[in-house]
């Protein structure tokens, strides 16, 4: 069992703030964590799930332990991930001096990410994650990540560490466990008290099965 972190910068000062990029990976740097490196896929350091997570969505109020997540990958290359075996999470976060200031929406809506032929015994699955919640099952997908709904000064503060973070769940297949690969189309709306601006980015996962691991990814 593996559990993996998408995590994504934005900040409202720099020259990708025009654009709507997050910030970029950056390879030089000497000492990348969670709190320091965009576009960047970490792995859980420790024995289990963060808080006894499970198979289900929840916002996750209190900030990540930088310590606990090593093995930063970039996102330039579809990351494999293995049905029924890991665990997804979300941080996007700002190092902005007055992100405590910031108010944010986080967004992700996932879909296959082929227009291809279908692998065999592949369907139209339209995301790997499911509609459960902490005391309800279900088997439904869940293709749409949407953390609040209400207007943007009502949206959530930012943590202690300037980042938003959401549990996302266990990895599920199409029929048969045949390899699928999505893309999840991550935004965010950020409203920093008198105006309104936009991220976004699209990484690609390839679900996989019955492989071996290595470095924190799925061979």
């Known amino acids: 069992m593996s559990v993996y972190l998408y995590n994504l910068a934005f900040s ?77 999470m979300m941080r996007v976060f700002c190092t902005d001096p007055n992100v405590s200031s910031y108010t944010a929406r986080v967004t992700a809506v996932f879909g296959r990410g082929t227009s ?13 994650l499911v509609m459960s919640t902490p005391t309800t099952p279900s088997s439904y997908p869940r ?35 045949a390899a699928n690969d999505y893309s999840c189309n991550v935004g965010v709306s950020v409203y920093d008290g008198s105006k309104l601006y936009t991220f976004g980015k699209d990484p690609q996962m390839h679900v996989v099965a019955g492989v071996l691991k290595r470095r924190g990814r799925v061979a």
């Open 12 to 88: 409202l000062i720099t020259s990708d703030t025009p654009v709507g990029r997050f910030q970029q990976y950056n390879s030089s740097l000497p000492n990348p964590t969670i709190l320091n490196q965009s576009a960047a896929w970490f792995a859980y350091q420790l024995a289990g799930t963060p808080n006894s997570y499970g198979d289900y969505y929840s916002p996750v109020s209190t900030p990540l332990t930088p310590n606990q997540w090593g093995d930063p990958q970039p996102d330039t290359s579809p990351w494999n991930l293995e049905p029924d075996d890991d665990y997804l």
């Open 143 to 177: 293709a749409v990540i949407d953390v609040d709904a209400s207007s943007s000064s009502s949206w959530p503060l930012p943590l202690s560490d300037g980042s938003w973070v959401s549990w996302l769940g266990m990895i599920h297949a199409p029929s048969n466990l």
């Open 116 to 128: 291809g032929v279908l692998n065999p015994g592949a369907n139209d699955l339209q995301s790997p």
